[in-house]
């Protein structure tokens, strides 16, 4: 196959995805709208783990990882786009983050910083990462130390807590991430 | 829908979704055998930017940063395919990185820090926490501190400069990672 060859067949596979790709998006509107009708969560980590062990279980080794990570990639920013529609869980995140912080979200500040932790081996700092590109957050600063099979996180993002794309955010590392923490407003 | 309807849809959705992303990833080996005979670089920003403005245009506002986002990601797991492939240019990249900063890979070491920047409003950390895990690669340390438009990357990766995975991430951060440095082995 020549590169010309091979660039027509990416362009043929890449138009067939596409459509799909926006149905898959559709879907997550009607996933909020129905969970947002009887209250059940929108991440459950066990679900997701069975459905893609079952859909990667016949994938070549070779690609494995990569079909892995797409199908985790797809279903986060489907989250992503959940979490903006469900406002009520966004209040409930953030309110109970800043309480047990002591924070107050009139304070003036531009500037939040979060705490979480993460698997090491298990990382999903690259989902992480995707949410605050998704969200259009600027990082001021992060910093990542490691401990045995765990990594700790303080995260500065420049915004404030009051913006819709920051309360987005916030929302989905509150629900997501471990021993997520606001740790300050400044 | 009830959440069991759209839960079948995604299904449906996933399920047509699978072999295009499969073959999506054969065309990687097939641009990677094309790019060996010929000598062409892996990355060229602007001829992706170019493929995902035109692929985007059509999208609708609500999905079309995250369209933008998938798409980007699918390259950059088909790149990390062809870096693989593509012994010949981690040589290149290693070696070269290693002379500018005077380091020697037979070092005893375990630990390797590498420093390179990023466009703060266009931040690509996501990609490269990405590649990170892919490679399966830990990370000891992270830092990230932003002045104006840009972000300055301190990323501490645990393992060996001979490790073929090391080798292939080293390779694509240090085409694609702006300023990218191989600052210690330790």
Same mark, same amino acid.
């Given at each position: 196959?020549?590169?010309?060859?091979?660039?027509?067949?990416?362009?043929?596979?890449?138009?067939? =995805?596409?459509?799909?790709?926006?149905?898959? /998006?559709?879907?997550?509107? *009607?996933?909020?709208?129905?969970?947002? $009708?009887?209250?059940?969560?929108?991440? %459950?980590?066990?679900? $997701?783990?069975?459905?893609?062990?079952?859909?990667?279980?016949? %994938?070549?080794?070779?690609? +494995? +990882?990569? &079909?892995? /990570?797409?199908?985790? *990639?797809?279903?986060?920013?489907?989250?992503? &786009?959940?979490y903006g529609i469900l406002t009520g869980m966004q209040e409930? %995140?953030?309110?109970?983050?800043?309480?047990?912080?002591?924070?107050?979200?009139?304070?003036? *500040?531009?500037? =939040?910083?979060? &705490?979480?932790?993460?698997?090491? +081996?298990?990382?999903?700092?690259?989902?992480?990462?995707?949410? %605050?590109?998704?969200?259009?957050? @600027?990082?001021?600063? /992060?910093?990542v130390t490691s401990r045995d099979d765990e990594q700790q996180?303080?995260? +500065? @993002? *420049?915004?404030? =807590?009051?913006?819709?794309? /920051?309360?987005?955010?916030?929302?989905? @590392?509150?629900?997501?991430?471990?021993?997520?923490?606001?740790?300050?407003?400044?």
């Open positions: 196959m020549t590169l010309e060859e091979v660039r027509k067949e990416i362009d043929r596979v890449d138009t067939q =995805i596409k459509p799909l790709f926006l149905q898959r /998006m559709a879907c997550a509107d *009607h996933v909020a709208a129905a969970k947002a $009708e009887n209250g059940s969560d929108v991440f %459950v980590p066990v679900r $997701e783990d069975e459905i893609i062990a079952k859909r990667t279980a016949d %994938v070549d080794a070779k690609v +494995k +990882k990569e &079909y892995d /990570m797409f199908l985790r *990639h797809l279903m986060s920013v489907c989250r992503r &786009y959940q409930t %995140v953030i309110a109970q983050a800043l309480q047990a912080a002591g924070l107050d979200e009139n304070t003036d *500040h531009e500037q =939040i910083t979060v &705490y979480f932790t993460d698997s090491r +081996k298990n990382s999903k700092l690259n989902l992480y990462m995707n949410m %605050v590109r998704l969200n259009d957050i @600027l990082i001021d600063a /992060m910093e996180v303080v995260l +500065k @993002l *420049h915004g404030n =807590i009051k913006e819709p794309d /920051m309360r987005r955010l916030l929302c989905q @590392l509150g629900k997501e991430a471990n021993e997520f923490k606001i740790t300050a407003l400044q």
